[in-house]
């Protein structure tokens, strides 16, 4: 069974800071995929890493696959209230795959 | 369209009913995922279609019963269900390569009373 662990489970920062967000494995992963999901909505696709050593930026959030493609990461610049949210990652095998996810990362933005 | 339409939003429902939930696609996908959520725990994966044919069935209670009339379409039937299935009821569709990423609905929140 293919486990991927995140962490931390919990964050509260101020509006401003940076933070950094990780989702560690001992399996190799064809793909990771990074969600944030909001109370009582579904999960929204933020980015799909595929090549190890891969680092995808979208606007303030800057992602990255590991090299052997066992673990990623998620860092925000300059927090904003906006960013509050569930941040799942998830591990993708080939062909028609589940996803494992992770089980998550509570992000609090505080003005 | 890049979206995954789910209805209905939020159901309350007695154990001894009979409900179905509805999730429609127009992406082209040819894989539909049903996952179930419970609060502040990561989506659990329940039932895969690819290509309209249940692949992967993950030990679900028969209360449960899947349906994916066309490539578009993925039905959720309910009955006799018990209060600790209440949760948030996911689903997502992705292309036909696991690597590509899955695209979630809005959920619906079911209740059983």
């Known amino acids: 069974t293919q486990l991927l662990e995140q962490s931390p489970q919990f964050l509260s920062i101020q509006e401003g800071e940076n933070l950094t967000v990780y989702c560690n494995s001992s399996s190799v992963f064809s793909s990771l995929q990074w969600y944030r999901q909001e109370p009582g909505e579904g999960p929204v696709l933020l980015v799909t890493?595929?090549?190890?050593?891969e680092v995808k930026k979208l606007k303030r959030l800057t992602f990255q696959f590991g090299d052997a493609r066992k673990d990623s990461s998620l860092h925000i610049t300059a927090a904003q209230p906006g960013d509050t949210g569930l941040y799942l990652c998830a591990g993708g095998g080939s062909g028609y795959s589940t996803l494992t996810f992770g089980k998550g990362t509570m992000l609090l933005v505080s003005p | 369209d890049t979206e995954v339409t789910q209805t209905p939003k939020h159901l309350v429902m007695g154990m001894t009913n009979k409900k179905s939930l509805k999730c429609e696609q127009h992406?082209?996908?040819?894989?539909m995922y049903w996952y179930k959520q419970k609060a502040k725990k990561p989506p659990e994966l329940m039932f895969v279609y690819s290509y309209e044919k249940l692949s992967i069935n993950e030990s679900v209670p028969s209360r449960f019963s899947p349906e994916c009339p066309n490539s578009s379409l993925l039905n959720l039937h309910l009955h006799a269900l018990q209060p600790e299935d209440s949760a948030l009821y996911l689903c997502a569709s992705s292309p036909g390569q696991g690597a590509k990423g899955a695209f979630f609905g809005q959920g619906t929140r079911l209740t059983v009373v």
């Open positions: 890493v595929v090549t190890g050593g």
């Open positions: 992406m082209g996908h040819r894989a």
